[in-house]
Antibody, heavy 120, light 107 residues
Framework: QVQLVESGGGLVKPGGSLRLSCAAS????????MSWIRQAPGKGLEWISY????????NYADSVRGRFTISRDNANSSLYLQLKSLRAEDTALYFCARVRGGSYPTFDFWGPGTLVTVSS | DIQMTQSPSTLSASVGDRVTITCRAS??????LAWYQQKPGKAPKLLIH???TLESGVPSRFSGSGSGTEFTLTISGLQPDDFATYYCQRYNTYSVTFGQGTKVEIK
C-alpha cells in the first residue's frame, strides 16, 4: 500500500535552516508528481511546493519562494524540502503528498507530517 | 491570485442532518475543485475531485456540485464519523489554493 513518511522536523531558531525528507513506498515514485503542504497549529492547509516526476516542473507558493527548495531522488524514492531563512510564521506541521493529476494537482495520499517549530 | 472562501467557518449539526458547505472562488475555476476531510491529528483525506467526482471508497452520502465560482459539498445524513474539518482546494496548472476550512461540530 502507498506509504509516505516525513522526517527531519524539529526546533530551529529564526534565520536557521532545516531539511525535511519524505520516504515513499508502495507505488512507482519516479512516475508521480509530489508536493509539500503545511498546516500551522490550529490553522488551515497551505500548499507550499510541487515537483514533477522528472523534476522539470517546480513551483512554490509566494510565501516560501526563494527560501525553500524542493527536490527529489527517484532512485531512493525520496522527496526533500530544504528550508532556509526560517521565520516564526513557518512553524507548522509539514506534510508530503502524492499528486494525482499531474499539472492539475490534487493530493490522493498524504504522510502523517513532521513538525517544524521556529523559535528562539 | 485566485482566492477561495468557504462558508460557514463552523457548522453545528446532528447525526442524520443534511449538511451543505459552500466554497466560492474569486474568479472562474471551471470544475477544478477538490474537497478534503481532516480529523484532528490526522492528514487530510481526498473526498471529491473535479467538483463532483467521488473518490473510490468514499461513502455516497458525500456529494459535490458546482462550476465556475460557486461550489458545494453536501453530506446527506450526517454520521458520527463525519464530524471533522472540510477544506476545498482549487487547482489549475501547477498552482493550488485551499479554502480556510469548515469545522462540522456536534450540535
Amino acid at each position: 500500500q502507498v506509504q509516505l513518511v516525513e522526517s527531519g522536523g524539529g526546533l530551529v531558531k529564526p534565520g536557521g535552516s532545516l531539511r525535511l525528507s519524505c520516504a515513499a513506498s508502495g507505488f512507482s515514485f519516479s512516475d508521480e508528481y509530489m508536493s509539500w503542504i503545511r498546516q500551522a497549529p490550529g490553522k488551515g492547509l497551505e500548499w507550499i511546493s510541487y515537483i514533477s516526476s522528472s523534476s522539470y516542473y517546480i513551483n512554490y507558493a509566494d510565501s516560501v519562494r526563494g527560501r525553500f527548495t524542493i527536490s527529489r531522488d527517484n532512485a531512493n524514492s525520496s522527496l526533500y524540502l530544504q528550508l532556509k531563512s526560517l521565520r516564526a510564521e513557518d512553524t507548522a506541521l509539514y506534510f508530503c503528498a502524492r499528486v494525482r493529476g499531474g499539472s492539475y494537482p490534487t493530493f490522493d495520499f498524504w504522510g502523517p507530517g513532521t513538525l517544524v517549530t521556529v523559535s528562539s | 491570485d485566485i482566492q477561495m472562501t468557504q462558508s460557514p467557518s463552523t457548522l453545528s449539526a446532528s447525526v442524520g442532518d443534511r449538511v451543505t458547505i459552500t466554497c466560492r472562488a474569486s474568479q472562474s475555476i471551471s470544475t477544478w475543485l477538490a474537497w478534503y476531510q481532516q480529523k484532528p491529528g490526522k492528514a487530510p483525506k481526498l473526498l471529491i475531485h473535479k467538483a463532483s467526482t467521488l473518490e473510490s471508497g468514499v461513502p455516497s452520502r458525500f456529494s459535490g456540485s458546482g462550476s465556475g465560482t460557486e461550489f458545494t459539498l453536501t453530506i446527506s445524513g450526517l454520521q458520527p464519523d463525519d464530524f471533522a474539518t472540510y477544506y476545498c482546494q482549487r487547482y489549475n496548472t501547477y498552482s493550488v489554493t485551499f479554502g480556510q476550512g469548515t469545522k462540522v461540530e456536534i450540535k
